[in-house]
């Protein structure tokens, strides 16, 4: 059952940095960015390095402690990915690993989770295609469409940690 405790805190810690990276970046940066990889070339340089790491580092781990989530290796090794190619000087790479981790996230969420009733399911696949289009037609920029998308990581993970922690309670 021990185990079972760190899993939960991984899923806390995970829902929690989600949440943050959007918030902290600009906060602390010397001018605003155009996406989050662009404050790999701020004041912020470490900060972005250090949050995404963990983020990729602790999306691995529960992919090695969950047998269900071997997916999430494959997603946290792109956003290892996304911190070791910087944008500006490995743009393709870069982009690549960016879009398998928000790209697989979204279909994790929207498809393969059965942690989530089906009206929560229709409710990101909506705000992912509404981002998108967003994106596309130029109504808001990279920055906003990644906020978007590590603010609805933060609300999963969030929604997934309360099931797991109710889970334990029970069983406890």
Do not use: W
């Not at 946290?76 to 743009?91: A, D, H, N």
């Not at 603010?151 to 889970?167: A, G």
């Amino acid at each position: 059952m021990e185990l079972f405790g760190y899993k939960l805190r991984i899923e806390l810690f995970l829902c929690i940095i989600f949440f943050i990276v959007p918030i902290i970046l600009p906060l602390f940066a010397d001018y605003s960015q155009p996406s989050l990889s662009e404050y790999y070339y701020t004041s912020q340089k470490y900060t972005y390095i250090t949050l995404l790491s963990i983020i990729g580092i602790l999306t691995i781990l529960d992919g090695v402690m969950y047998s269900t989530r071997r997916y999430n290796i494959l997603i946290g090794l792109s956003m290892i990915g996304v911190v070791v190619f910087p944008v500006e000087e490995f743009r393709i790479t870069h982009d690549i690993f960016a879009i398998i981790f928000f790209v697989g996230n979204a279909f994790i969420v929207t498809y393969y989770s059965k942690l989530l009733v089906i009206a929560k399911k229709m409710a990101f696949l909506i705000i992912i295609i509404l981002t998108l289009l967003l994106l596309m037609f130029d109504i808001i920029n990279l920055y906003v469409a990644e906020t978007m998308g590590m603010l609805s990581m933060s609300y999963f993970m969030f929604t997934r940690y309360s099931i797991l922690e109710l889970r334990n309670k029970i069983v406890a």
